[in-house]
């Protein structure tokens, strides 16, 4: 079975500092990685994704993430927090032998930057 | 155009109402979708429509009925729903049905009475 988990809640932050949201994800096949952001009352934001190649992947706002296969990892990182970062981050699986696009979303960690 | 327009961006409906809710692209892409989010919680996928045909359905009540009347657009009708019904109803775009990212639109948050 395919599973993805966001082991923290919520992570707080001071602005400047470095950042990371933890995901672990368990999938039969190899995986397809994904992170989005989602703001209050809002639509979910593509981030970045993992497909093949370099295990770091960048994407967007500064965000990187770095695929582990060894420890079934894939967290997300920032250098230098920003206040404007505080929302809701989601990863996701897919499994690349699936004929359909069927993703497993984490439980979501809240990202508190403060001042 | 890289969106995905939902509306209405609110809906307030009775149980005994009848509504619709409408998503559309223009990016060109040939799968849709329908997820259920409630509050802090992920995304709960609902249906995916791979080249305008219906391909999962995960088990939704039949009160609730995806339409697909071309590429383009996707709708979601609404007929005697329940009060736990109350969620953001996302839809989500992707190139194809087993590629790529998805592209979620800004939600409409559905409110049953």
């Known amino acids: 079975a395919q599973s993805v988990a966001q082991p923290e809640d919520q992570v707080n932050v001071a602005e400047g500092n470095p950042l990371t949201v933890k995901c672990t994800y368990s999938?039969?096949?190899?995986?397809?990685l994904f992170w989005y952001v989602q703001y209050p009352n809002r639509g979910l934001q593509f981030l970045l994704k993992y497909i093949t190649g370099d295990n770091l992947v960048k994407g967007s706002y500064g965000f990187e993430a770095e695929f582990n296969k060894s420890q079934t990892s894939f967290h997300l990182k920032k250098p230098s927090a920003l206040v404007s970062d505080s929302a809701l981050y989601f990863c996701?699986?897919?499994?690349?032998?699936?004929?359909?696009?069927?993703?497993?979303f984490g439980s979501g960690t809240k990202l508190n930057v403060k001042p | 155009d890289t969106e995905v327009t939902q509306t209405p961006k609110h809906l307030v409906m009775g149980m005994t109402n009848k509504k619709s809710l409408k998503c559309e692209q223009h990016m060109g892409h040939r799968a849709m979708y329908w997820y259920k989010q409630k509050a802090k919680k992920p995304p709960e996928l609902m249906f995916v429509?791979?080249?305008?045909?219906?391909?999962i359905n995960e088990s939704v009540p039949s009160r609730f009925s995806p339409e697909c009347p071309n590429s383009s657009l996707l709708n979601l009708h609404l007929h005697a729903l329940q009060p736990e019904d109350s969620a953001l109803y996302l839809c989500?775009?992707?190139?194809?049905?087993?590629?790529?990212?998805?592209?979620f639109g800004e939600g409409s948050r559905l409110t049953v009475l």
């Open positions: 429509y791979s080249y305008e045909k219906l391909s």
């Open positions: 989500a775009s992707s190139q194809g049905p087993a590629s790529g990212e998805l592209f």
């Open positions: 999938v039969s096949g190899n995986p397809y």
């Open positions: 996701a699986v897919r499994d690349r032998k699936d004929t359909v696009n069927k993703f497993y």
